[in-house]
């Protein structure tokens, strides 16, 4: 059985997550989610770490980064 369940609330988050979790929660392409995670972190991008050749994002980290991003648009 597929799978069909968008991760669209902090409660449906895992505490580890994909591309696919930030994805889904952001309205945002997967490619984006890539690119986000290429970039180093004082430039924006999203602070992951890898496990093998897959890339994850702590929950933690994901809602901190998520909070830098609001406090920009206030100060910009």
């Given amino acids: 059985m597929h799978n069909t369940k ?3 609330t902090w409660e449906s988050l895992p505490d580890t997550l994909t591309a696919q979790h930030i ?3 952001l309205g945002i392409s997967r490619r984006r989610v890539y690119e986000l995670f290429q970039m180093n972190e004082k430039d924006g ?3 992951n770490f890898k496990i ?3 890339i994850r994002v702590d929950k ?3 809602k ?3 909070t830098l991003k609001k406090e920009e648009q206030f100060h910009a």
């Fill in 60 to 62: 933690a980290d994901f």
């Fill in 6 to 8: 968008k991760h669209t």
């Fill in 45 to 47: 991008g999203i602070p």
């Fill in 52 to 54: 093998g050749a897959t």
């Fill in 23 to 25: 994805s889904e929660f």
């Fill in 64 to 66: 901190h980064w998520i």
